[in-house]
């Protein structure tokens, strides 16, 4: 279900500019995002053997990651069409996809010790898209390191 939404905003998002403060969105979301991963896996902890409910369709927390996916994917293609950095390119679009990987991980956790682990892993992703979309400049320049897994399959 995430991923079809996804594709559907991707197609529907593709087409248009990406506006100049785009990075600046991402990293808003990215630290709201943080803080409430943060909150649930802190609170998910305090009883890690008990079993979880599902998580509705509309939680936040889901709606937040379709939204950071679609945000990290709209700067990749920002970076590739500027010309930008490919190393910094295939980062967001690695984190796009990863997001979509960790709603499918809060989809099928069975315990709240499932679930914090996959609320600390959101958490660790998004303060992670927070500093390299807030520095784009100085991360562009170090990662050129970095292999991108995601390059070889966009071929």
Known sequence: MFAHTLLISV?????????????????TLSHSLEAEAQRRAQNMARSPAAPVDA??????????????????????????DSGGPTDLRCIFRG?????????????EAATRADHARAYQEIARLAGQAAEIAATPEAQAAGLSAYSCPVEASDQ
Not at 12 to 26: E, M
Request: charged share 15%; aromatic share 4%.
């Open 55 to 80: 998580l509705p369709v509309q939680d936040p927390v889901l709606t937040a990651l379709s939204e950071f996916s679609l945000q990290a994917y709209q700067l990749s293609r920002a970076v590739e």
């Open 11 to 27: 197609q529907a998002a593709s087409a248009p500019q990406i506006a100049p403060d785009a990075a600046q969105a991402l990293v």
């Open 95 to 107: 984190m796009s996809e990863d997001a979509q990987h960790r709603a499918d991980l809060l989809s």
